[in-house]
């Protein structure tokens, strides 16, 4: 499966402070969520992100390129249609912010394995 990305804006002073497009990703094997922080040279940084309730220990995140790219491997273990809500984590200035819950979809039966 090809990795999938997502572009993340963010500021602190706009409502909503973060968009992502797309708000959902759907992946149909094992892959990559590639976050990529827009404008690239924005003032902030991711720090980190969860996947919330990860039973499977499907999901892990690493923080790359300084900060300006987030990826979130998924072994894809899931059997059946799952929806897994994630939340990131950036830093602009001394203040840390998390990101409301966009979503990551596991299709098994779309081109890949569950297991």
Do not use: C
């Not at 499977?56 to 923080?63: D, E, L, M, P, W």
């Amino acid at each position: 499966m090809r990795d999938q990305t997502v572009e993340v804006t963010f500021d602190p002073n706009a409502e909503p402070q973060f968009t992502f497009m797309p708000a959902t990703v759907t992946m149909k094997a094992a892959g990559k969520i590639i976050l990529f922080r827009r404008p690239q040279n924005a003032p902030w940084d991711f720090t980190g992100g969860t996947v919330k309730n990860d039973d499977a220990h499907q999901f892990s995140t690493s923080v790359q390129g300084d900060g300006s790219k987030l990826h979130i491997d998924d072994e894809f273990r899931d059997e059946f249609k799952t929806r897994h809500s994630y939340q990131v984590k950036v830093k602009f200035g001394v203040r840390e912010y998390e990101s409301p819950d966009p979503v990551i979809v596991n299709e098994p039966g779309g081109g890949g394995t569950a297991g």
